[in-house]
């Protein structure tokens, strides 16, 4: 191997946090390997709505909508769906009585919150150490497609 290979090889495993980060995702979050998801809810004023523009992921001991992160349509949703269509409250949407498809190329954003966020960054430093590493994660764990992540 010649000298600019070495130095590629170096910097590329200096730079790639995937594996630690998948480990710390582990020791931070128990069952992150056991993650399950399902249509997310929003408070729609008529109760407890489904978001047929997000996907919750939930860890196994954690209550159904206690989501670690969401796989959600970029431009069409929003946190609290306070400008979704009277039709998506009104009644529950079809798509939402069949389980979600995560492999659907709309559903392009992750959506991660920042208390858990301030966990990892303990350990990981900023988000831009290891947001993208993430994002592969999350992808390659469940056959999704998403091309960002944001932080709320």
């Not at 995702?25 to 399950?36: A, H, S």
């Not at 939930?58 to 959600?72: A, E, N």
């Amino acid at each position: 191997m010649n000298l600019q290979e070495n130095i590629r090889r170096i910097l590329r495993e200096e730079t790639n946090h995937s594996k630690p980060l998948h480990n710390l995702l582990n020791l931070l979050f128990e069952g992150f390997d056991d993650i399950y998801y399902d249509w997310a809810e929003y408070n729609c004023g008529m109760g407890v709505c489904c978001d047929p523009y997000a996907i919750g992921f939930t860890l196994p001991k954690s209550d159904y909508d206690d989501y670690l992160f969401k796989l959600v349509v970029d431009g069409k949703w929003e946190p609290n769906g306070d400008n979704y269509p009277d039709e998506i409250s009104d009644e529950l949407p079809e798509v939402c009585y069949e389980q979600p498809n995560i492999k659907d190329p709309n559903f392009d954003t992750i959506v991660f919150y920042d208390v858990f966020v301030e966990e990892i960054e303990n350990y990981m430093g900023s988000k831009n150490n290891w947001g993208s590493d993430l994002l592969n994660i999350i992808n390659q764990m469940f056959g999704c497609n998403a091309n960002r992540i944001i932080i709320i």
